[in-house]
């Protein structure tokens, strides 16, 4: 993928502004040594609503700008269950991350 090919991914998501934000603060993530973030993290570091950034986020995953991964806190505390897929449930939450192809665009590994 390209930059210019990024930004009309960006451009296509109808939230360019929101798009930008995510992808941009999934960069610091890798600076930072960090795997991704989390949607709650990512709400209330922007300041956009869940709403907004849910739809933002799927438009760059089809787009293969961004990979979700869907998880549920177990119930004792002891961690994240991973899920293959989102199955509808509203306990399940979402970690965004940037896919390969930006990660190897913006030359971090």
Same mark, same amino acid.
């Given at each position: 993928? &390209? *930059? &210019? =090919?990024?930004?009309?991914?960006?451009? %296509?998501?109808?939230?360019?502004?929101?798009?930008? @934000?995510?992808? *941009?603060?999934?960069? #610091?993530?890798? #600076?930072? @040594?960090?795997?991704?973030? #989390?949607?709650?993290? *990512? %709400?209330?570091?922007?300041?956009? &609503?869940? &709403?907004?950034?849910?739809?933002?986020?799927?438009?760059?995953?089809?787009?293969?700008?961004?990979?979700?991964?869907?998880?549920? =806190?177990?119930?004792?505390?002891?961690?994240?269950?991973?899920?293959? %897929?989102?199955?509808?449930?509203?306990?399940?939450?979402?970690?965004?991350?940037?896919?390969?192809?930006?990660? =190897?665009? *913006?030359?971090?590994?």
């Amino acid at each position: 993928m &390209t *930059f &210019t =090919e990024l930004d009309v991914h960006i451009a %296509e998501t109808g939230r360019r502004s929101l798009a930008t @934000r995510l992808v *941009f603060a999934l960069a #610091d993530c890798l #600076d930072a @040594r960090i795997q991704g973030i #989390d949607l709650d993290d *990512f %709400e209330q570091l922007s300041g956009y &609503t869940r &709403t907004n950034i849910r739809a933002a986020a799927s438009s760059l995953k089809d787009a293969g700008v961004i990979d979700i991964i869907y998880y549920r =806190e177990s119930d004792d505390g002891s961690g994240r269950s991973v899920l293959a %897929e989102s199955v509808g449930n509203r306990w399940v939450k979402q970690h965004y991350r940037l896919s390969r192809s930006i990660v =190897e665009l *913006f030359k971090r590994s």
